[in-house]
């Protein structure tokens, strides 16, 4: 298995607190993405990296901030949780392969958040 | 319109049939197409992925993609209890930095 941890694993926290929630990876790879996956809705892509420092909005990025300070670790915050947060967000590391390759996606084991 | 579309299911099928997923999606320029399978509860895993069109076979699964159909399906043969799962169709856009997910089709397999 990809070497990727999220944590925490579970999360239960309230209305307009900040959650930040934590990908760590021990495979080098250079990409990096957060993704929610609620029913009925699929993977949602909320932000990505392509590097150290290097961030740049997904397709429900509203509510969302992150931060790549090192190759290994992305972090996922919610500056003021909201209900509509509660879902299961999932990490996942890829090594782009250019020229039509295939960009395989590892991806963690999830966080579950409920937001009350 | 959704970009990547899937019949979300359940597909129900006898162990040992063939089972056959299918997703249409709309960027004509997505160069990439990936099937994973996501058990209850856990984290999807790659089973394959495909960019030319026609068939590829990798055991039990052949992928099979059409892009003037803008198509893509998954097949698996003899299928078992153990493939019982949610299958998401993955599409690679903007030259491959981001990959968008369909809703997932349940598949269970009757033993």
């Known amino acids: 298995d990809a070497g990727i941890t999220q944590s925490p694993r579970h999360k239960v926290t309230e209305t307009g607190t900040p959650v930040t929630l934590r990908c760590h990876q021990t495979?080098?790879?250079?990409?990096m993405y957060w993704y929610r996956q609620d029913p009925g809705h699929g993977l949602r892509l909320i932000h990505y990296s392509y590097g150290v420092k290097d961030t740049d909005k997904g397709e429900v990025s509203d509510g969302y901030s992150v931060s790549r300070s090192k190759t290994e670790d992305f972090l996922l915050t919610l500056e003021s949780a909201t209900s509509s947060q509660t879902s299961v967000y999932f990490c996942?590391?890829?090594?782009?392969?250019?020229?039509?390759?295939?960009?395989?996606?590892?991806f963690g084991p999830g966080t579950r958040l409920t937001v009350l | 319109q959704k970009e990547v579309e899937q019949n979300s299911g359940p597909l129900s099928v006898p162990e040992g049939a063939i089972a056959s997923l299918n997703c249409t999606y709309s960027d004509r320029g997505s160069q990439s197409f990936f099937w994973y399978r996501q058990y209850s509860g856990k984290s999807p895993e790659l089973i394959m992925f495909?960019?030319?069109?026609g068939d590829k076979e990798d055991g039990r699964f052949t992928a099979q993609l059409n892009k003037a159909s803008q198509y893509v399906s998954l097949l698996i043969r003899d299928s078992q209890p153990s493939d019982s799962a949610t299958y998401l169709c993955?599409?690679?856009?903007?030259?491959?930095?981001?990959?968008?997910f369909g809703a997932g089709t349940r598949l269970f397999v009757k033993a």
């Open positions: 495909i960019y030319s069109n």
């Open positions: 495979e080098n790879h250079r990409y």
């Open positions: 996942a590391i890829s090594e782009l392969q250019l020229a039509g390759g295939d960009n395989e996606q590892f």
């Open positions: 993955a599409v690679n856009i903007l030259g491959g930095f981001k990959t968008i």
